[in-house]
Every structure is written in structure tokens, then in C-alpha cells.
């Protein structure tokens, strides 16, 4: 028997908002780990603190919209504050276009998990739909910023892409659920 009552979110659209909660607070944890090592100086750091800073306001409308619909949010993040700040410290620690290489496989992963948000919604929640269709545009911009500063130049970028790319998508499914 479902414990779903009007009013309450729907369980596709509480899933929905969990993992983008979750997902915008691991990329300000990413971002975090990359200035803790790259600093505030570089040309690189001041292009990731700008994309940080968007993704907190990311993060903040997710969070508004956990506590106003009811949503419980992911039981991992623990998890994701120090796994996104590992990953972002160490690919950082590769060097500027390492770093770039993680916002490039993150933000193509996202893309492709918003476009797949957009579908599912459609018109059913106007609000949640807005959001993430702007949030996707930004993210799209994350990307091609990364790449053009030099993330495909990084050490093994095809290895790392993919590896980063399949822990974004393994993040993803575990946090609709958990």
C-alpha cells in the first residue's frame, strides 16, 4: 500500500530533488577541495571559485525546496562532503587542468541527468522544472569553461573523464534511493 497522500511530493519528484540536493552539495564539496589546494590566485582557481559560487545558489534553492515539499534528503551525505572534497583536492593537487577534467566529466554527467529530469517532468511541476532548466544551462557553461581551459590536456584526461564520469553516475542512482 503506498504511503503517498495529496499534497505530499510525488515520489518520482522527492527522488528528483534528493539526488539534485545532493548532487549540487558534492560539486560545492569538489569545488571546495580544488581551492583548498589551487588557492585564489591562479586564473584557474578564479574561474572555479565563480562556478562554486553558482552552485551554492544551486545548492541553496535545492535545500529550500527539501525543507518546503518535505523531502527527505540523501542518508550519504556525510559521504558526499568528504568525498567530493577528496576528489576535488586531488585533482587539483594533479594540477589547474586535472581540476578542469573533473568539472568537465561532472558537468557532462549532469547534463545528461537534467535533460533526463526535463523529459520525466514535462510540465507536471513548473517550479522544478524552471530550476533545473536554468541550473542545466549553467552547468553547460561549467563544462565549456573547463574545456577551455584545458581539461582535455590533463594527465590521462580519457581515464580520468571516465572514472569521474561513472562515479557521477553511480552517485546519482545511489542517491534517488538513499
Request: charged share 25%.
Amino acid at each position: 500500500m503506498s504511503r503517498w497522500r495529496p499534497g505530499d511530493p510525488r515520489p518520482a519528484t522527492a527522488s528528483m530533488i534528493r539526488v539534485d540536493q545532493a548532487g549540487e552539495y558534492g560539486a560545492t564539496r569538489i569545488y571546495a577541495g580544488q581551492l583548498a589546494v589551487l588557492g585564489d590566485r591562479s586564473p584557474a582557481a578564479r574561474e572555479i571559485a565563480g562556478m562554486a559560487r553558482q552552485e551554492e545558489r544551486h545548492r541553496a534553492f535545492f535545500d529550500t525546496l527539501i525543507a518546503e515539499r518535505g523531502v527527505r534528503p540523501t542518508l550519504l551525505q556525510p559521504f558526499w562532503n568528504v568525498a567530493g572534497f577528496a576528489l576535488g583536492a586531488v585533482t587539483a593537487a594533479i594540477g589547474p587542468k586535472a581540476a578542469m577534467a573533473c568539472t568537465a566529466a561532472v558537468e557532462t554527467e549532469i547534463d545528461r541527468h537534467y535533460s533526463e529530469q526535463l523529459q520525466q517532468l514535462g510540465d507536471s511541476d513548473p517550479t522544478l522544472r524552471d530550476a533545473i532548466a536554468e541550473f542545466q544551462a549553467e552547468e553547460l557553461e561549467h563544462r565549456d569553461t573547463a574545456l577551455a581551459h584545458g581539461a582535455e590536456g590533463a594527465p590521462a584526461y580519457p581515464l580520468l573523464s571516465a572514472a569521474i564520469r561513472l562515479g557521477c553516475r553511480v552517485a546519482i542512482a545511489t542517491a534517488k534511493r538513499v
